[in-house]
Every structure is written in structure tokens, then in C-alpha cells.
């Protein structure tokens, strides 16, 4: 048996943290569902300059848009959604048989409106609208002003990816927007299922803690703080106010594991993905720890309900004056800086490919 169906059985769904559209081209993303149960995919804007700057896949598509007059962002947008589409119309058998729950693809809105409320809103709409497919989430940042955009897109039925969430802390605030959006879609009379996920990021927390901390303790804290983040998530599924949510046909807001590639080299490649096996879970893997995973995976435990040792465990890293919420705050503000440079470095990416169009070095832009 692939390992990956061991993850399907212990109710985990695995996503793909990837697309290009030589991916798509290529046959790649339908084998990844055929042969390693991928049932959805994540996106950010690193994961699109790369494509871009891998070959010329892009280039007629560039070339199509500067002769329709789009330019920047929003050509950008365009060229992404166009392997989106695809990619949500090949999980489309998925997001109907799952009654929605899985499925799902995702495009972010501009990282440079991490802290702009309003225009987070706005950006999300005209994405959303623009895709043209129900199985598209769009991705905002679990960052303060995020959650205020977050509770008013859910109740304008927008379904939301909310990133860069690394605490339990950060967890809740993301869930509580998205039960306010939807108690308001009740309390209207309006359809309360839509859909959501709030995706905790992992490994950048073993990343930072690593060089705070003895080896002994090296890439314990990510993993303890996904625990942690897991008990909150079920303890609220269980509560009295989610269950009359359910009962009104509301959908829960599904927990995701993201950033689960091993960045230390003397770890286990298959690290994040071993520990992080739960139920009613989603783990979205990159391509190098999916392969890796199909490989050599085993199933090890499933993630306990109750956390574990997650409190002994971060009690015991606190004891050496790592300060874990104050580190959590970092992690999310260092998350949207890095994701302002990746968006900055993927439009001049765009506008190099522009030039060199115009210029005739990657051919002719009229044909």
C-alpha cells in the first residue's frame, strides 16, 4: 500500500504545495491524484516566480495579456488563475463527492495588503469572482487586520485560505473570525456553508527555535505548537456554540498543516509529515517531501486529541528564555515581510519577461 493512503485512512487529506502550469502540462499533477491521493493544492506568490522563471510555459500567455493591455498585478493575477482553473477543475470530482469539504485550490491575495482591512476585502472579491470556480479559496493573512476581512468575506460568502497562522493564539482569533462571519450569515437567513481552512505554519517555528535552543531540543517546538494548536481546534468543534452552527448546516473550518518540509539536513525528510498525522487534518506537502513520503513514509501515531506533551514540551523550551508567543508574533510579521518580498520580486519578474517579449529575446510578442 502507498504510504499515502495510510494518511487517507487516519483521516488526513493531502494537498499539494505547488502549481505550474508545466505541471499541469505535464501530466505531474494528475499522477500526484492518481498515485499519491492528492485532493488540492496551495499556492503563494515564491511558488509562481518560480514557475515563471523556469523556461518559457508562461511566455504566450504573458504575450496574450500585453496585446489585451494588462500590465503588472493584474496580469499576474490572470496568468495565475488560469492554472488555477485547471487545477480546480481537475479536483472538481473531489469537491462534489466530499460535499465540499476537500478539493480545493488556493490564490492569495496582493501580501501587500496584509494590514490593509478594506482592501484585503476588495482584492478577495474581485479573485474570487474572477475565478470562476466555487473550489477556489483565497488566501489572507491570519494577521489582525486579516481577521477583519476574514469575518466580513466569509458572511459575502467568500470561502478563505487564512495563512501565516503559528500559534494556538493565532488559530483561535482566525476561528473566531470565521464563526462570526457565518453566525451573521445565519442570523440573516443565508446558506451557512461556506468554506474555509486556517493553515498553521510549522517548520519556520524549528527554524528560528533551533538557534535559541540545545540540540536536544532542536525541532520539538513546531511540532509541540501543532499539538497544542490541534487540541484547541477539536475542543472547539466540540463546543456547544459550533454544535448549533453544524446543526444550522454550517461546515467546520478545517485545520491545515503548512510549511511541513524538513529545513534541518540532519533531520528526518519525512519529519513534519510523520508527526502531524491527524484527523481531520489536511497536510499540504511540497514536491520533494510528498515524493520522499510516497517513498519511505510508515504511519506513525496519530496526533492525540488532548495535544500529548505539547505543554511539557514548551514548558521545557520556555525554560530556556525562549519567549513562545512573542516568537509567534515575530514569525507572522517575519511571514508577511518575506511575502512582500517574494510578490515585489515576482512583478519585476513579470516585468523583465514583458521586456524581453517586447524586445523579441523569448520571440516575437506579435506573432
Aim: glycine fraction near 8%; charge should be negative.
Amino acid at each position: 500500500m502507498n504510504p499515502t493512503q495510510l494518511l487517507h485512512e487516519a483521516g488526513q487529506t493531502l494537498w499539494l504545495d505547488n502549481i505550474s502550469r508545466e505541471l499541469i502540462d505535464s501530466g505531474t499533477l494528475q499522477n500526484y491524484i492518481q498515485d499519491f491521493h492528492i485532493t488540492g493544492l496551495t499556492s503563494n506568490p515564491a511558488i509562481f516566480d518560480a514557475a515563471i522563471a523556469n523556461g518559457e510555459a508562461y511566455d504566450d500567455g504573458i504575450r496574450e495579456m500585453l496585446l489585451a493591455g494588462k500590465s503588472g498585478e493584474g496580469l499576474f493575477i490572470e496568468l495565475a488563475l488560469q492554472d488555477l482553473r485547471r487545477a480546480a477543475d481537475m479536483f472538481r470530482p473531489v469537491f462534489d463527492a466530499s460535499r465540499h469539504s476537500d478539493g480545493w485550490v488556493s490564490m492569495e491575495v496582493s501580501p501587500l495588503l496584509a494590514n490593509d482591512s478594506q482592501g484585503s476585502i476588495a482584492a478577495a472579491r474581485q479573485i474570487y469572482r474572477q475565478a470562476e470556480r466555487p473550489n477556489l479559496f483565497v488566501k489572507i493573512p491570519g494577521t489582525p487586520e486579516g481577521t477583519v476581512a476574514i469575518e466580513e468575506l466569509i458572511f459575502a460568502e467568500v470561502p478563505i485560505n487564512v495563512t501565516l497562522l503559528f500559534s494556538q493564539e493565532q488559530y483561535l482569533a482566525a476561528a473566531e473570525a470565521y464563526l462570526r462571519g457565518i453566525e451573521r450569515r445565519i442570523e440573516a437567513g443565508l446558506d451557512p456553508r461556506v468554506g474555509s481552512v486556517a493553515s498553521l505554519f510549522v517548520s519556520r517555528w524549528d527554524v528560528a527555535g533551533n538557534k535559541l535552543l540545545p540540540i536536544e531540543q532542536h525541532n520539538r517546538l513546531g511540532i509541540a505548537v501543532a499539538r497544542q494548536t490541534y487540541r484547541a481546534y477539536r475542543e472547539l468543534l466540540l463546543s456547544r456554540r459550533w454544535q448549533d452552527m453544524a446543526a444550522a448546516g454550517a461546515r467546520p473550518q478545517r485545520l491545515l498543516w503548512a510549511s511541513t518540509s524538513s529545513k534541518d539536513p540532519s533531520a528526518s525528510d519525512t519529519l513534519y509529515v510523520d508527526a502531524l498525522i491527524a484527523a481531520d487534518t489536511i497536510n499540504t506537502l511540497p514536491e520533494t517531501t510528498l515524493q520522499a513520503f510516497a517513498d519511505h513514509g510508515q504511519r506513525h501515531d496519530v496526533m492525540s486529541t488532548d495535544g500529548g506533551d505539547a505543554d511539557a514540551v514548551l514548558a521545557q523550551i520556555s525554560s530556556h528564555g525562549v519567549d513562545i508567543g512573542a516568537l509567534a508574533n515575530k514569525l507572522q510579521h517575519d511571514g508577511t515581510l518575506s511575502f512582500v518580498k517574494s510578490w515585489q520580486q515576482l512583478l519585476q519578474r513579470i516585468a523583465d519577461k514583458q521586456g524581453a517579449l517586447q524586445c523579441g529575446t523569448s520571440g516575437s510578442i506579435a506573432r
